[in-house]
């Protein structure tokens, strides 16, 4: 009798196990007031493609021998058109050489999504004279670009801003770019109802991204001995920072009826 009471247990602990991992976690739930406007958006936005950039050969030996973690695509390409041949001559032979004060790597401790950033559009129906519902939808009354942008100056923005769009993007599965435009005209084709002796407000909003953490700096060598090469860096130091990332082609809608003008 233990030994089936055992067995069910055990039957049963991997059956919650298995349910618990088969359940998908999504953290970041699109609200259905969000909607996809990249088929309707009359300006083309371009899609921003960051690809982790992959190390050559001889720039992964150099970063595993780093004593910081180097994250930075644009150090990593630099190193990827770096060379150093080995020579049974090289005894004796010594030589540091500087690159210079990098962004290393990005470390993300929070993302969260603003879907009503920026109020981008306005339609609105004034049917307090009427004597039926009509109905109001989205169409964009002028063009509007939305930036995003660091929270505070940083030396060499350009390479955190990417480390940080990459994260971002990777946690989010969201098209995100710094910048982003909603064409005049575009529209979508969900109705909202306006009743009799009322006005409707339809309400639209860009939302964006926003990603803080912090980002490591330092001073970075190479440093070659003999056959051996390797990478260190000096005087390590580490800086918060924040960003707003605006979604591409994503509009977030809040539709308010009133009985009087807003």
Same mark, same amino acid.
């Given at each position: 009798?233990?030994?089936?009471?055992?067995?069910?247990?055990?039957?049963?602990?991997?059956?919650?196990?298995?349910?618990?991992?088969?359940?998908?976690?999504?953290?970041?739930?699109?609200?259905?007031?969000?909607?996809?406007?990249?088929?309707?958006?009359?300006?083309?936005?371009?899609?921003?493609?960051?690809?982790?950039?992959?190390?050559?050969?001889?720039?992964?030996?150099?970063?595993?021998?780093?004593?910081?973690?180097?994250?930075?695509?644009?150090?990593?390409?630099?190193?990827?058109?770096?060379?150093?041949?080995?020579?049974?001559?090289?005894?004796?032979?010594?030589?540091?050489?500087?690159?210079?004060?990098?962004?290393?790597?990005?470390?993300?401790?929070?993302? %969260?999504? !603003?879907?009503?950033? /920026? +109020?981008?559009?306005?339609?609105?129906?004034?049917?307090?004279?009427? #004597?039926?519902?009509? *109905?109001?939808?989205?169409?964009?009354?002028?063009?509007?670009?939305?930036?995003?942008?660091?929270?505070?100056?940083?030396?060499?923005?350009?390479?955190?801003?990417?480390?940080?769009?990459?994260?971002?993007?990777?946690?989010?599965?969201?098209?995100?770019?710094?910048?982003?435009?909603?064409?005049?005209?575009?529209?979508?084709?969900? %109705?909202? !109802?306006?009743?009799? /002796? +009322?006005?409707?407000?339809?309400?639209?909003?860009?939302?964006?991204? #926003?990603?803080?953490? *912090?980002?490591?700096?330092?001073?970075?060598?190479?440093?070659?001995?003999?056959?051996?090469?390797?990478?260190?860096?000096?005087?390590?130091?580490?800086?918060?920072?924040?960003?707003?990332?605006?979604?591409?082609?994503?509009?977030?809608?809040?539709?308010?009826?009133?009985?009087?003008?807003?």
């Amino acid at each position: 009798m233990k030994k089936w009471s055992f067995i069910c247990f055990i039957s049963f602990f991997f059956f919650q196990s298995s349910v618990i991992a088969a359940e998908p976690v999504q953290k970041y739930t699109i609200p259905n007031s969000v909607m996809d406007i990249s088929k309707e958006n009359t300006y083309p936005n371009p899609t921003q493609d960051l690809p982790y950039l992959q190390p050559s050969k001889f720039a992964k030996e150099l970063i595993k021998s780093a004593n910081v973690k180097i994250d930075n695509p644009e150090l990593i390409r630099l190193l990827n058109e770096s060379s150093a041949t080995t020579t049974p001559l090289a005894i004796g032979y010594r030589a540091n050489i500087y690159l210079g004060q990098w962004p290393l790597n990005y470390q993300s401790t929070e993302t %969260a999504i !603003n879907w009503e950033y /920026q +109020k981008i559009n306005t339609n609105f129906y004034d049917n307090r004279s009427g #004597n039926a519902p009509q *109905k109001i939808s989205y169409r964009q009354e002028t063009q509007k670009h939305i930036r995003g942008g660091l929270t505070a100056k940083i030396p060499n923005e350009e390479a955190v801003k990417k480390m940080m769009l990459l994260t971002a993007m990777k946690k989010t599965n969201l098209p995100l770019a710094f910048g982003t435009v909603i064409g005049i005209g575009t529209k979508k084709d969900r %109705a909202y !109802n306006v009743p009799v /002796q +009322k006005l409707g407000y339809l309400y639209a909003y860009a939302p964006a991204v #926003n990603e803080k953490g *912090k980002v490591t700096y330092g001073e970075v060598y190479v440093v070659l001995k003999g056959n051996k090469k390797r990478i260190v860096v000096k005087n390590i130091t580490t800086q918060g920072i924040g960003a707003w990332i605006p979604v591409q082609d994503r509009v977030s809608f809040s539709y308010v009826i009133s009985g009087s003008p807003r």
